[in-house]
């Protein structure tokens, strides 16, 4: 019985200490339950609010360099916009001269092949005057030589005539 006894005190001291942690444990939990930060975690956002503070004054130390900033890319914008408008007339120009160009060329292209039907004409009509003169020019030596034959004949038929009158 004895070991009975023994055996029943250190259940009962085991069961009270085991109760007695797990009381203590949950009566920590719900006193501290309010609590949601820990002192180091106190510290921590602290540092960050402090962080926070700083960034927020250097914010509005730039907002200045930020309004000019933001004033420049507003005037590079504006000036990309009118650049952009420049670069589109002038393609728009030089389509116009590209398609006044094509029409130059077919209308100097036609007056070359024009050029080129009355040169042919022309060297077609020179031929034919050639030839013309030529036979002009024959039948001007034919005549030429046939009054030179005559005009001889003549004058030596003449001759004998108008010498015995004179003499």
Do not use: C
Request: proline share 1%.
């Amino acid at each position: 019985m004895l070991a009975l006894g023994t055996g029943m005190a250190v259940l009962i001291v085991t069961l009270g200490v085991g109760l007695g942690l797990t009381g203590g444990w949950f009566g920590f939990r719900w006193r501290h339950k309010g609590r949601v930060f820990s002192e180091s975690d106190r510290e921590y956002f602290q540092n960050l609010l402090y962080r926070a503070e700083t960034a927020e004054a250097k914010v509005e130390q730039m907002e200045p360099e930020l309004a000019k900033t933001s004033d420049r890319a507003n005037i590079l914008e504006d000036s990309h916009r009118v650049i952009q408008e420049e670069l589109a007339n002038e393609r728009q120009f030089n389509l116009s001269l590209n398609a006044e160009l094509s029409h130059e060329r077919a209308h100097r292209k036609f007056l070359e092949s024009k050029l080129s039907d009355q040169n042919e004409a022309l060297d077609t009509e020179r031929g034919r005057l050639d030839g013309e003169l030529a036979r002009l020019a024959k039948r001007i030596d034919e005549n030429t030589q046939t009054l030179t034959e005559s005009l001889h004949a003549t004058r030596n038929a003449v001759e004998p005539a108008f010498a015995a009158a004179s003499h």
